[in-house]
Every structure is written in C-alpha cells, then in structure tokens.
C-alpha cells in the first residue's frame, strides 16, 4: 500500500482546499481547548478545530509550504463533512496529478486515519476493508456518476469558518540566527556526555516499541460507541405518536387490532394487524383501502397485517450534550412524576454505563482508563397507558432513545384518567453522562453479555 505522507494544498478559485490532515477524535466540555492541546503536542502549524461536544480536531505540519498568507487555507475533508453531517460514509476520489483522497464521515465527524491519498486505486482497499468491518451500515461512494460523489467546485463551495485551517502561533526568537546556532551547540556539548550515559544506562530497561496512548485509544472506543447510538427527541417522539394517532380503525370491513413499531438505525419498522368484522368483508375490499405504501400480508381468512417504514428523526448520541444523572435525578424525574397519575404504569431503572470495547495494547491486556474522561449512561424506561397520555411526553425535551411501542385496541373499562380504549406502551433508553463513574470497576454482567472486550466506562 503506497500512500502521500504529505498533505496535498489543491488551490481552487477562492482560497486552497488542503488534503491529506491528520485526525483525532475528541470529547467533552472544551472540544477546542483539548485540540489546541493535541495540536501542540504533534507540533502541528495550522489545525481544524471541533465545534460539537463530541467531534474530531483535523492537524496538519506546512512548514516549507505554505503558500501566500492572502491565500485562505480550508479543509476538504472538513468540508465534506458539512455536506454530509448524517450518516457513515467512505469515498474515494481522484484528485489531479496527485492520486486518490479516501475519506471516511460518521454522523458528520472525519475517521480517524482517513484523510490520506494514495497513488493507486488498488492500494486504498485494505483500508477500505477495515472501515466495512468496523461499521457495517458504511457506505462506499467512488463512482462520480452512479453515486453521486461531489466536484471539486462542490467541495469548495461548502467552505466556512468551521473548515478554515487557523494558524497556531508560536514562541518568536528575539535572538538572531547564528546567536541561536551558537547557544544550541554550547548546549549540546555540555549536556550530550550526560544525556549519552543516561540513555545507556536506561537503554536495557527500554522497550524497543512506543506505549499505545491510552487517552486517545479511549477516546475512540467511547465516540464510537456514541455513534452507532440513536436519540429521538420530542420531534421524533412526537412523528412516532402521530402515525399512532393516524392509523385507520377501520378499512374495507376490517378492524384495527394492534400495531407495533420498533426501531431500527434511523427509521422505525411498523406493523398494524387487523382482524375481519364485516360480513361483507374481503381481501379485495382491505386491499382497495389500505395505503399504498404498505406491504400486505394475510396470515388467515380473518387476519391481515400491513408492514410499513417510517423515519425516526434521531439523532446520533454523539452529537448531544447530555444532562448529568444528577441532574436527571432532580429534573427529568421530577416531570416524569408529575405526569405519573396520567399513565397505568411508568417504570425507570437505576443508570447503567454504556457499553464499549475496550481498548488493549499490544499484548491484549486493557489500556487503563483516563479519570477525565467524559462517560455515558442509560436508563431503563418503560411507560403504558392512554394514548393520548403520551402527548405529555412530549412537553420536556428528554434524551430517550425508543426501541418499541405497541398500540393495543380494547374495550375501555370504568371512565378516568388513565384508561382508555386505545393503549400505548413505550420502551426504551434514557442516556446522560455522569464522570464520576468514570473510575468504576467493569460490571459483571458485561462479561455475562457474551462480547469479548466489553467495557462499561
């Protein structure tokens, strides 16, 4: 595999368009204050910094190449980034006299190790190949006609003050030249004999292999656990009650029995099942009045069921910031109290770390973890009752993740507040962040989950 280990500045009509930077995901509070960090620590000259809670800081080395200062320097792969912020995403483009940019996007952050050109077409599909296995739900984009990749024009156009690589200043000699040659070598000679000796003496005790960082191994684990993760906030709460509330009780002589909707990715697997009342009733008459979107299916002579797609409107849990348990415990719940007399029954559990792979260093033993790091938790939710209780869900904006709701039809017993003939139960996951864990021991039911490397931070 031949890849460019230099970046590629491509000047375009408006500025310059910078290929080829290297990536590091971030976390917490101050994503821009741990990329300058990061920045100095690799002795970068410009960085792309993160705007999210939860993103990727983009640095890069131009020393002996930049060009004029007038000249605004922007990042494709940040720009690509903005044109695609949903999402996981792989494409591999031909650049001009250069090669071909691989560049990797998950919800609208850049992959690390992504980013890079290579000289042949052939020689990114290792790379490639590991990106597959590490998101299944990827998709490859490289054929500009069939799938769409944009142009170079396109890629320009997208520019901002979010893409735009910010010089990082840094410490001006105020000696000349040969005084700076001339104090480096007096340096050198008084201290290299000692420098030399304590090396030797230390040199047998050294691997021979640097120390994985496990600061930015963890970093990765936990982005990419909140990244294969789904938040529906009231707006997907409230696309979920409505297709609830618009289901037909009745078509062609058929009645409405129960649906259910669970969720998958970034869309919502729906089934309503109806049962045949009217004498006159037929498959002909259900099938004149279903809609058209649904798929049908008869499992009798008086059950039909009708299969359809809906989007959830979720979010990726990386992209939020989460509210802390503490403040879950005071707030959240608190609300969810107030609206318990309007439902049969409302069930949260205790916060659960979420789980992640745990990162191992070259003899597969687990990288300790860093006490700052940022942590994410989940509880258990599970509400029934009247449908049209389930509106006040819709009241606060709560950080839950549905993975099932069931409309159930039955006769509606003595009249009140919390019963009715239409039913609704809801289940899911309530997420939040709460750092204090993060010196918590790994749970034992991590290891009884079957998953080899699973971690709760």
Not at 282 to 307: K, M, Q, Y
Not at 400 to 412: C, D, E, T, Y
Request: hydrophobic share 45%; aromatic share 6%; net charge positive.
């Amino acid at each position: 595999m031949t890849l460019h280990t230099e970046p590629f500045i491509l000047p375009m009509t408006s500025g310059a368009l910078v290929f080829g930077m290297n990536w590091f995901p971030l976390m917490g509070d101050q994503p821009a204050k741990a990329g300058l960090a990061l920045a100095r620590k690799h002795k970068a000259t410009h960085a792309v910094l993160p705007v999210n809670v939860l993103g990727a800081v983009g640095l890069v080395s131009l020393k002996g190449r930049m060009p004029d200062k007038s000249i605004r320097l922007h990042s494709a792969a940040q720009n690509m980034a903005q044109l695609f912020p949903t999402g996981t995403l792989a494409f591999l483009m031909e650049l001009p006299h250069s090669g071909y940019w691989l560049l990797a996007l998950h919800e609208g952050v850049v992959v690390a190790r992504t980013d890079q050109i290579y000289h042949a077409l052939t020689d990114a599909d290792g790379v490639m190949a590991s990106l597959s296995l590490a998101y299944p739900q990827l998709q490859i984009l490289k054929h500009p006609q069939a799938d769409g990749l944009p142009t170079l024009a396109a890629i320009e156009a997208t520019s901002s003050t979010h893409s735009q690589l910010q010089p990082l200043r840094r410490w001006q000699s105020i000696l000349p030249w040969p005084v700076q040659c001339f104090v480096l070598i007096l340096v050198l000679v008084l201290l290299l004999p000692r420098a030399w000796q304590l090396f030797d003496d230390a040199h047998a005790s050294t691997p021979d292999f640097a120390p994985p960082d496990a600061g930015l191994a963890w970093r990765q684990a936990v982005a990419a656990s909140a990244g294969q993760r789904q938040v529906h906030g009231s707006q997907g709460t409230r696309v979920l009650l409505e297709s609830f509330h618009d289901l037909p009780g009745s078509l062609g002589g058929w009645t409405l029995r129960q649906a259910v909707c669970e969720a998958a990715s970034h869309q919502w697997q729906c089934r309503a099942e109806y049962e045949r009342q009217h004498v006159q009733a037929s498959n002909d008459s259900f099938l004149a009045a279903v809609p058209s979107a649904w798929i049908v299916e008869f499992s009798s002579l008086d059950r039909v069921a009708g299969r359809w797609q809906l989007q959830s409107h979720s979010k990726a849990l990386s992209h939020l910031s989460l509210p802390t348990s503490a403040s879950n415990e005071r707030h959240l719940l608190s609300i969810l109290q107030g609206m318990r007399p309007a439902f049969v029954q409302m069930q949260i559990g205790q916060p659960l770390p979420v789980p992640l792979s745990t990162p191992t260093d070259r003899h597969d033993k687990p990288l300790p973890r860093p006490k700052e790091l940022a942590v994410y938790q989940s509880r258990s939710v599970n509400i029934a009752g009247p449908l049209r209780s389930a509106s006040l869900l819709l009241s606060g904006v709560m950080p839950i993740a549905w993975q099932k709701a069931a409309l159930n039809l039955g006769q509606a017993g003595q009249a009140g507040l919390n019963s009715s003939k239409l039913n609704l139960s809801l289940q899911g996951l309530i997420y939040e962040t709460d750092k204090e864990m993060a010196s918590v021991p790994v749970a034992d039911h991590c290891a009884q989950s079957g998953a080899r490397g699973c971690a709760r931070p």
